[in-house]
């Protein structure tokens, strides 16, 4: 017994000795387990990613000031240069604000309605420096504020290019109503249907990149309806009324080009190989594009000008993006050249049988360009064409879901953008007399021109 007894006090004194080495080792393990869950858990913001959506913001405020701004400039008459210069300036900086009150909160406020957002985040409320917003990948974020502010550029352009279908003859104070106007009730709406979670057509998996639907067929669409709403200008297809100044023009294609790899590129919310896709289709399918319109030019008419080789761009830049991050770079070139000759037909054909008067051809370019991208991206985002896209995916189920988001986009933006030109026309007047308009809207509408001497 008493031989037991020491075994079993010696065995017991072992094991007490032993306890500080276990314990180490299960608080060793237990950190390790709690570190591996808390990595698990905490999102990742890359200061990479940061730092090229930040660029990405500022290049898209680049494509509208001056990029837009000075393109249209250069396609309207010398007596209303400034006006157009004035009207995309403030375009801009009133939807910026009317952004962060309400518009943000409509789109991605949080809300499961399939059509808006809500009202969470009116004011841009709970936000801070500390909130995230999710990428494409899983655990990395971007700050709430940046990302607000990328969607807050593409708030300021897409009013901004409808004014280019009735430069010329609109009240100032018209333009700036309708703005907020056509913002509240198109561009929020479809910006949460297609870009948010929870929104009709997400949830119906159309694709748009970068903003097809949202942004070109949503203002291509609004233009024309203005166009018609408003009429035709005085002196329309009697008096010359051709670009005061291509070299303005070329110079504002230009910068809407360079500007435009924040549009498309920084869609991509990170900067990695997806972003490097977006970025070489975004180069070629306009060079295409480019080449494509002067190609046809020449061969129709003679001559290659600079206005179509401008026009050209801006095709090819409206087509890619909805695509540029699903199609491959073939697939790119062909849709640039295939957009571009539909978008030549309807500038220097249609509009022509038909009569309207689209000044700047922004349905002719925005809305067709922005139809054909949005459709062919069905078929071109599958991997027999280049495509990202892998051996379960349905091309033709594809392209009918596309139809269908081209289909609501153009009838919805239709109907709903001819209701408000009739209320600010009833209210505010969407047209200046037409003195003001012979005389020029520099002097009327803002007391000063563009040009002296």
């Given at each position: ?68 701004a ?74 709430e504020?940046?990302?607000i ?38 561009y ?80 991509n ?19 295409a ?121 153009i009838a ?22 037409s ?19």
């Open positions: 017994m008493n031989t037991l007894t020491k075994l079993s006090g010696l065995t017991a004194l072992s094991a007490l000795a032993a306890l500080p080495a276990w314990a180490q080792e299960a608080a060793e393990t237990a950190t390790e387990t709690a570190t591996e869950v808390v990595a698990e858990v905490v999102p990742v913001m890359d200061k990479g990613d940061v730092a090229w959506m930040m660029t990405s913001t500022v290049l898209v405020l680049f494509m509208t000031l001056p990029g837009l000075l393109f249209y400039g250069g396609l309207v008459r010398t007596k209303n240069m400034l006006s157009i210069l004035m009207q995309t300036t403030l375009v801009a900086c009133v939807m910026m604000l009317v952004w962060v009150i309400y518009g943000y909160s409509f789109s991605f406020g949080g809300s499961t309605s399939a059509f808006w957002g809500g009202t969470a985040k009116l004011f841009l409320s709970g936000v801070t420096a500390d909130s995230m917003s999710a990428t494409f990948s899983a655990g990395y974020v971007i700050p504020y940046l990302f502010a990328f969607q807050m550029t593409f708030a300021a352009i897409t009013p901004a290019l409808i004014i280019g279908a009735f430069a010329e003859r609109v009240k100032f104070t018209a333009v700036l109503a309708f703005s907020v106007l056509w913002g509240t009730f198109c929020f709406p479809m910006a949460h249907m297609v870009w948010d979670a929870n929104g009709l057509l997400f949830q119906h998996g159309a694709i748009d990149f970068a903003g097809g639907t949202v942004v070109h067929i949503n203002a291509g669409v609004a233009a024309l309806v203005g166009s018609l709403v408003i009429g035709k200008r005085v002196g329309y297809g009697k008096e010359n009324m051709a670009p005061h100044s291509m070299v303005m023009t070329m110079i504002g294609a230009s910068m809407l080009w360079v500007g435009w790899f924040g549009f498309n590129v920084g869609s919310l990170e900067s990695n190989g997806g972003a490097t896709l977006a970025m070489i289709n975004t180069l070629i399918a306009t060079a594009a480019a080449v494509a319109w002067s190609a046809l030019e020449g061969i129709a008419r003679g001559k290659a000008s600079m206005l179509g080789a401008a026009s050209g761009m801006i095709a090819g830049l409206v087509a890619i993006t909805p695509a540029c991050g699903t199609v491959g770079p073939m697939g790119a070139i062909l849709l640039g050249a295939v957009a571009s000759v539909i978008c030549y037909f309807f500038v220097t054909v249609v509009k022509i049988k038909l009569g309207y008067d689209d000044s700047l051809d922004v349905f002719g370019i925005h809305g067709i360009g922005g139809i054909v991208g949005a459709i062919l991206v069905g078929p071109l985002s599958a991997a027999g064409f280049g495509g990202v896209k892998g051996d379960d995916y349905a091309i033709g189920a594809q392209t009918w879901i596309q139809i269908e988001s081209v289909a609501l986009t919805w933006t239709g109907i709903i953008s001819f209701l408000l030109y009739k209320l600010v026309d009833m209210t505010i007047g969407l047209r200046v007399d003195d003001s308009e012979r005389q020029g809207l520099d002097q009327t509408s803002h007391g000063e021109s563009a040009y002296h001497g």
